[in-house]
């Protein structure tokens, strides 16, 4: 059996132009990826600034007495006010969220979040089952535990 060269050649430089096209990909995912943290350090930053806003306002609004006259506006404005601040949150819910102390002494400041509401249902799921497995080991343990220190 004679190996033909040439049809490695050919295969290996039809992978080279696969591999162009996949350098492009890459390069356009990168790009994205960049501007997508640009674009969340943005939405965080303008966030910030709404919750402060609403802050001081509600702050102000404190200090004035409701009369008859201004009742029924500042009663529109808490509404309002209110509505925004669960806008905001609802904004903040598809941000990534500075990790819990635990994380941030497991794996350091890293960014784990998870943007896809499937994804992140999925992982808290599964999340789940796993905590429910270790206290099982954990109970399983402690009652063999108990047993062979009784006898």
Do not use: W
């Not at 050649?9 to 501007?35: A, C, G, P, R, W």
């Not at 969340?40 to 009369?67: D, P, W």
């Amino acid at each position: 059996m004679e190996i033909d060269t040439k049809s490695f050649m050919n295969d290996f430089e039809d992978l080279s132009q696969e591999f162009k096209s996949l350098t492009e990909i890459h390069k356009d995912y990168v790009n994205k990826l960049e501007s997508l943290g640009t674009l969340q350090a943005r939405c965080v930053k303008e966030l910030n600034h709404q919750s402060y806003r609403l802050g001081v306002i509600k702050k102000s609004m404190k200090h004035i007495k409701k009369t008859q006259e201004n009742r029924e506006e500042l009663d529109e404005l808490e509404k309002r006010m209110l509505h925004r601040k669960v806008q905001l949150d609802e904004m903040k819910e598809a941000l990534p969220k500075m990790n819990g102390l635990y994380l941030r002494i497991i794996l350091g400041n890293v960014n784990v979040s998870i943007l896809n509401k499937d994804d992140k249902f999925k992982y808290k799921d599964d999340y789940e089952k796993f905590k429910f497995i270790i206290n099982g080991i954990g109970l399983t343990i402690s009652i063999i535990n108990i047993l062979a220190n009784s006898r």
